[in-house]
Every structure is written in C-alpha cells, then in structure tokens.
C-alpha cells in the first residue's frame, strides 16, 4: 500500500472529525421573559473567536478530544449572553472510562483574552511586506493570551471563548474518558459535553525530547548590547518591580519553569557576562579576571531541578555588528573607579583580546567541571552576512583553539552565508525562508538543524503572529518535522519593552504576558499552537521510527510548502486524532476503507516576492530601523 493509502486508511479507522458526535443534552424548558438569551457552542483549538461571532448553523455543542498519554490538547467553549454576566467558575468532574478515571484536576480553564491591534502585520521597512492572510482586518481586538483569573464579568452581546485543556498522565490507561464541563454564571449553568479518548502511546517528557525549543528571554537581564541603561531591558524588574534573586524574583522564575516545562520550551538561554557580573566577577588593574560562577550555577541547577532544561545556550557574543558597521564584543571592563562594568567593546581592541584568552578558557573549565558540556552550546554572532563570513570562521577558529569541543550555532537568513560556515556550526539554524527554498541542502547537509523565524517571514509564509490564523505555528512543526528540522528558534519569549503599538508584526516580541498580580507569566493560544505542533513533531517521530514514509505523508497531507498549507481548523484537528491513532497502532493501521484527505488549501494569491531572498540578500531591517538596534542587527534583545 502507497504511503498516502496508508495515511488515508489510518483517517477513516479513526472515524474522527473535529467534533465528535457526543451526546448533547436535553434542551432545558423554556425560559422566563426576563431571563438572558444565551448562545453556548464549542470550537476546536484552531479556531481564531472573535467577540461578535455567532455559532454556525450546527455548532458543536460538546467537547471531543484525542489524546497520547503525556499530551496536552484543547478546545474552546463560547459562551454569548443578550445581558451582562459573570462567569463564576467551569467546574469538571472526574471523566470515566469504564472503571478507570481521568482526574478532573487534568482538566483546567482559561479565558480567552483580546489584544487591540491598530493594524495587520506588515514589515516595518520600505518595502512593507504585509501579512497575505490575516485572520481578519485591523484596527480591531484579536483573540491571544489566556487569563489566569478564575472568574470573567462578560458585557452583553459579547462573546466569550474560554479555553479548555485537557492532559493525559503517562500513567492514564487507554480509553474513552466521559463526563462534563460546567460553566456556571450568575444567570444560569450550563453543561457541556466532555470526551477524551486517550490512546496507548506515550511521548517524552521535553527534557527528554529529540527536539528543541529555543526562545531567547530577558528573564535574567538582558541578553543584548543595553550598557546605557542597565535596567532598560530588564523586563522583569520593569512589569513585576522584583529585583534579581530576591525571593519574589525566584518564586516568580519557578512559575516560569512550570510554565516553561509545560509548553516544552526546553532550551534555557542564559546571559554569561550579565550572571558572572552578578555573582561578583572583577578585573584587576593587573588585567587579571576573577570570575565568579555562583549565580551561573545557580540559575542552571535551578531549572535543571525543575526538569525544564535539554540545552543551555550560552548567551554571549564573539563579536556583535552594529547598524554602522562596528563590531564590538560583551565583556567585563574597569570604570574610572576601578569598578567592574559590563560593556561592549572593540572585537578587535586588546581588551577584547585580554577578555577572550581568560573568559574562553575558564568558561570551558567551568562548564567541564559542572559536566554541563553535553547540553551547552554558545554563539559567535547573529544572522550573518556573505561579507561577515571570513569573521565569522575565523571567531569560530579562535574559540575552538581553546575549547575544540564546544558547540556553535547561529541563527541565518542567508543561504550563501549559511552554507558558506556551515562547515563552522555544530548544527544550523536557517530561517525559514531558505529552509524552504532549499531543501536539498538541508537535507545532505549532514548536520542536524533548527527553523528559525522572527519578524519575518511575512506575506503568506507560516509564523507566529497575532493576526495570522492560530495553526500556523502547529503546522509550521508539522512542515519542520517534513524537512528534517530538530528545533525551533525564535528571537522573543517576554520582550515586553516593545509594545503592540511598537510591534509592526505583530506578536514578534512576545508569546507570553506579564502577570504580576498572578506573580507568574499569561500564556497565549499563539504558546498553545507551538506546543500543540511540538507534541504533533514526537508523534511523527514515534511513527517514522517504524513507518518513515507513512510519517511523511501524514505531513504533506497537511503543508506542502512553508506558503502553500491547509486552511481548514478541522481538517488540522482531524489529522492530529488519526496521527496519535497511527502512533499507538505502531504506525500499523487496521484496515478500513480507503479515506483520502482533501488538497490543502492554498494561500491567498498575492505574495510578496519582491523582498523574498535570494542567496545574497538578507531578510533583516535595514541601518537605521527606527526600532532600538543592538548587536543583532534588527532586532533588540
């Protein structure tokens, strides 16, 4: 049997659909004339809820989900009153399977919040490359983060998604788990539905994952060039008022971690100078270093201990290229007191060169000692040029003469530049854009390697912003897995200095919220996508273990190309139930008839080719981006 006969005999055995025929109570007499008029209707994960829609004609009035052991999966119920009303709590009871349980404590609630955009993402640089395909037009509120408040005071005619999510132990036995969701109101209660249909396959812990997630984050100070104001990018002192390591500061970076885990964000990047500055590293008038490790150390083996941590990216750059051209290299420097000072100085200056020959080689001894070195890995620049790349080779020559073993990797934008110091990097990180366009490379490369996106790509291409349909980052795992790719890289987790005003693409500077009343982070459904297409990756890589092609053709049924991929939120619903049905069956399908999937939607006609790359043309603002530029070029860290 052909792989794509295989993959559609695996969808008809399934006998899914995005919402499955559950049993939906008996309408409930008719009310008083002073009674709210309510709607109640359930969507899948995929669906964008906007406050002025209205069910569909046959709306789903139940909740059906499908899911591995160790899986998060969701879906939304919507709720719309004539009158204004309070959402007191959605109260869950224990689901049954027969005599086994699903814990109603693995079952939770979260309201959909609305982000106001005053228009679509589009390039903030001539010329503007819009987004081909948003979900709807700006100016306007956009369905994004998820409140962490219990209850919700809803204005009338308003309508209210609220997520609803649902985890299966690894320890859950396999079956159909039955039983309700209540959203109790003070204008009356009312059930909802709720299946979950837990299958006999299990996925890896994130810590334990093949695959990685790289999102850089200012949680511990910030990881680019802010030597004017220390404080400037700190976004955790600036949006919670919690100084580093005070107590309120690590009880809110243990909520990160869960949070972190949760969402299976498994890389922890860290900034070395900044962490040695705060352990209380000095420079002697002799020009000797005296590093200090401890709150290095203890950053590490705190999310270490919270089981978050795969790999630990050290932040720091060899050489960073500013928008007039200059590079300059992040060290410890005296002041005119004699102080240490964290700054950026000439790459090639002797105090880079006096930096380089200590910090290089007690890093090394460090991260040895600590037996971190299997898990570390470092960078020399960010997204480099064809005219950056002698540099470049020679940065990664100079590190590698004191730590040969050392892992490098940067992002890139440019497929002449990328495969020009290939040879250089342990493993690659190309955008997704050349990723796209050449395939070939990627995959005889002979190195594994990561997607990476940021305020671009735009246009019809998959990314991560407010305005685009909430798939795409589910599918853009689901294309990666299709390439060959092994991680995610995105430039932003909490920048939240750049507000949506600021932000020309929008949600390019965070996928995560402030919550200091909570004293933790909002995650978003944007969050909820990325990790919904990370669990998708491990389940293809359960079924391409034993079945590689079958694993291909569950992904070309869903995206073809980065720009060329289904638009249909149940179509994505249904092939993620026939893919975890796939992997529990070992990738052996039992037999049924023969179920094709329709083709994938395509994109909106206009592209916005004129600014796609070529091999020698970088996707990055230009010198002079009125947004705050700093030794990565486009973008501030």
Do not use: C
């Amino acid at each position: 049997m052909v792989p794509l006969a295989v993959l559609a005999t695996v969808l008809a055995a399934s006998g899914l659909t995005a919402q499955s025929a559950a049993a939906v109570p008996a309408a409930r007499p008719a009310a008083a004339a002073a009674d709210p008029v309510t709607s109640v209707w359930t969507e899948n994960s995929s669906v964008n809820v906007f406050q002025n829609d209205l069910p569909k004609t046959g709306a789903s009035k139940a909740i059906s989900l499908v899911l591995a052991k160790n899986e998060y999966e969701s879906a939304q119920v919507v709720i719309r009153k004539n009158q204004q009303f309070t959402i007191q709590q959605v109260a869950f009871g224990d689901l049954t399977s027969g005599a086994n349980t699903l814990a109603a404590a693995n079952l939770k609630y979260q309201f959909v919040e609305f982000e106001h955009l005053d228009h679509n993402t589009t390039t903030d640089w001539p010329p503007p490359w819009p987004l081909d395909n948003p979900v709807r037009p700006a100016p306007g509120d956009f369905p994004d983060a998820l409140s962490n408040n219990t209850t919700l005071t809803v204005p009338a005619n308003t309508t209210q998604p609220i997520w609803i999510r649902a985890f299966a132990p690894t320890s859950t036995p396999a079956g159909v788990y039955t039983g309700t969701a209540t959203v109790v109101t003070d204008a009356g209660n009312t059930s909802v539905p709720v299946t979950v249909d837990v299958k006999n396959v299990a996925i890896p812990n994130s810590n334990d994952s093949s695959f990685t997630l790289s999102m850089w984050m200012s949680a511990f100070g910030s990881l680019g060039d802010d030597t004017g104001d220390p404080n400037a990018q700190d976004t955790i002192q600036q949006y919670y008022g919690y100084a580093r390591y005070s107590t309120d500061w690590w009880a809110l970076m243990n909520n990160i971690a869960v949070s972190m885990t949760q969402y299976r964000q498994n890389d922890l990047p860290i900034p070395l100078v900044t962490s040695l500055m705060d352990g209380g590293s000095t420079l002697d008038a002799a020009g000797t270093y005296h590093f200090n490790w401890t709150r290095f150390d203890q950053i590490v083996q705190f999310f270490i201990d919270r089981h978050m941590v795969k790999q630990l990216e050290g932040f720091w750059w060899y050489y960073g290229i500013y928008s007039d051209g200059s590079a300059k290299t992040e060290i410890i420097a005296r002041n005119s007191a004699g102080n240490p000072v964290r700054t950026y100085a000439p790459s090639d200056g002797a105090g880079v060169s006096n930096w380089d020959s200590q910090f290089l080689p007690a890093l090394r001894d460090h991260i040895n000692a600590k037996q971190w070195d299997g898990m570390f890995w470092m960078h020399i620049a960010d997204e480099i040029t064809d005219a950056q790349v002698s540099r470049y080779t020679a940065a990664v020559q100079t590190v590698r003469t004191i730590w040969p073993a050392v892992r490098i990797s940067d992002a890139n934008n440019i497929e002449s530049s990328e495969e020009a110091v290939a040879a250089k990097e342990s493993f690659l990180i190309p955008s997704l854009i050349t990723a796209d366009a050449n395939r070939g490379f990627y995959s005889s490369v002979g190195k594994p390697f990561w997607l990476y996106t940021a305020n671009i790509p735009t246009g019809s291409y998959l990314n991560r912003f407010i305005d685009q349909p909430v798939y795409a980052e589910r599918e853009m795992m689901w294309y990666g897995y299709q390439l060959g790719a092994t991680g995610y890289l995105h430039w932003a987790y909490n920048n939240w200095q750049f507000t949506m005003a600021q932000q020309s693409e929008k949600g390019d500077g965070w996928i995560v919220k402030p919550d200091p009343d909570h004293h933790t982070v909002k995650a978003t459904i944007r969050e909820e996508s990325l990790r919904d297409g990370i669990e998708d990756w491990e389940l293809l890589k359960i079924i391409g273990q034993t079945k590689p092609a079958l694993a291909k053709a569950f992904t070309t049924a869903l995206v073809t190309t980065a720009t060329l991929y289904s638009q249909d939120s149940g179509f994505v619903t249904r092939m993620h139930n026939a893919l975890v049905v796939a992997a529990a069956a070992g990738g052996f399908p039992p037999s049924a008839p023969t179920w094709r999937p329709p083709a994938p939607s395509p994109p909106p006609a206009r592209r916005a080719v004129s600014i796609q790359p070529t091999r020698s043309t970088p996707i990055r603002p230009p010198a002079g981006n009125p947004r705050p530029v700093g030794p990565s070029g486009g973008r501030s860290i």
